[in-house]
């Protein structure tokens, strides 16, 4: 049985409003399970509650040819201009891969507007890609997006029944001056997490062969459906650039480079990290500058959205001792962290055209923020990007994020 998501809560308490929800995030991720759950919790409370998946043909082609026909697998509520009179209990109809739908706004818009108050429909979808171009209408103030990623470090421990190590996490962030006992425990669960990732059944999976065996799938299988689905023409390419991209995790993308490197021009190595970025498997960072002649701003940052993912492109699965990309992989981590944290809008990164650089700006706008340099080690350590960075940025606080702390450093996990 798998753990209840951070995000459940806020979905269930959702489920009571006029709004539809939409529930997406990359494959694989636990969207559909996330919408059993909700659909067991619906019917232990009495409510009308049905369970449709456009992944089966057969409900998929007759809802194609009609919104009402979804009525043939479902209750239908009573529509409240013309049947006023009627039961007007509310039903829920939940809704799998509504993305395979040729108008998917179509079918929530003429529902909602038909049905009012009567109807629920809480869906899933697998990539804001698809989302994004099939979504016709905007559906304003009709619906409500929830974003599902891979599990996060709190989330890994409690997908693996380490409870005592989450009530540990949790006062670590707590309180400054916190010395916890489980501190090599919690060490090593993280060096586990920053290999493997948060794929739901790659945590769950017990041995290392298992949990390579099932990233390789995600890349093989899953990752293809999204590179076919966005129809993509030259999926070589496509898995060159992610694997190109996850060796440079961290660092500036220059799309002149790339496309020189797989012999593609710039347009097409912008629309597959288009795709790439709708699909939720990378994010572009941007940079934070205030002085336009002394600070770059052209290029981005790349990150992964899981480091499980970004490893199985590189089949790098070694312990974290032995790596010499472990920076690379923390750096990763306290992306993945402020992002969870702040949203990804405000996190931008600083470099200058004399060399300075600051990992993480988290942008509170009228140049104030919280600066955050990343590095694995807090031994001799030298501040010569923070000083440069503080006498520029006075309101900006700064900090300096290690997997092992020492003074003057801060332990990553208390982030």
Not at 21 to 47: N, P
Not at 118 to 137: E, P
Not at 231 to 238: C, D, H, K, L, P
């Amino acid at each position: 049985m798998y753990s209840l998501r951070k995000l459940y809560p806020e979905i269930t308490a959702h489920a009571d409003k006029k709004e539809f929800t939409v529930i997406t995030g990359a494959r694989q991720v636990g969207k559909t399970t996330l919408l059993r759950q909700l659909y067991l919790d619906l019917k232990s409370k009495g409510e009308k509650v049905f369970f449709l998946s456009f992944e089966d043909p057969e409900i998929l082609k007759e809802t194609n040819l009609h919104p009402e026909n979804i009525f043939k697998f479902s209750e239908r509520p009573a529509n409240p201009l013309t049947e006023a009179g009627k039961d007007s209990a509310r039903v829920f109809i939940l809704i799998d891969e509504i993305q395979y739908l040729r108008d998917p706004s179509g079918l929530m818009k003429y529902l909602f507007d038909t049905y009012l108050e009567n109807l629920k429909l809480i869906v899933t979808g697998s990539s804001a890609f698809y989302l994004d171009t099939r979504f016709k209408d905007s559906l304003a103030g009709r619906k409500r997006i929830y974003l599902l990623e891979t599990l996060d470090f709190e989330e890994f421990l409690q997908f693996r029944k380490m409870d005592a190590l989450v009530n540990e996490l949790k006062l670590i962030r707590a309180q400054n001056d916190y010395i916890s006992a489980y501190s090599r425990v919690l060490t090593d669960a993280f060096g586990e997490f920053l290999v493997w990732g948060g794929y739901p059944a790659v945590v769950l999976e017990n041995d290392a062969p298992g949990k390579r065996a099932l990233l390789t799938e995600l890349r093989n299988s899953f990752l293809r459906k999204d590179i076919s689905e966005a129809g993509i023409a030259n999926e070589n390419a496509f898995f060159h650039l992610m694997m190109l991209l996850a060796g440079q995790t961290g660092n500036l993308v220059n799309k002149s480079e790339l496309s020189s490197t797989l012999h593609i021009d710039i347009k097409t190595v912008e629309n597959y990290l288009f795709v790439m970025q709708k699909c939720f498997h990378i994010e572009l960072v941007k940079p934070f500058f205030n002085n336009l002649r002394k600070e770059l701003v052209k290029m981005p940052k790349v990150f992964f959205n899981d480091n499980g993912l970004r490893n199985v492109l590189l089949n790098r699965f070694m312990a974290l001792d032995g790596r010499d990309d472990k920076g690379a992989l923390l750096e990763n981590y306290v992306f993945q962290r402020l992002a969870s944290i702040h949203g990804r809008e405000p996190i931008t990164f600083w470099r200058t055209t004399a060399g300075h650089e600051i990992d993480f700006i988290v942008n509170y706008g009228d140049l104030s923020g919280h600066a955050y340099e990343v590095k694995f080690s807090g031994k001799n350590l030298k501040d010569r990007n923070m000083k440069p960075f503080h006498s520029h940025y006075p309101k900006i606080e700064t900090t300096m994020l290690t997997f092992e702390p020492e003074k003057d450093t801060t332990w990553v996990l208390k982030l």
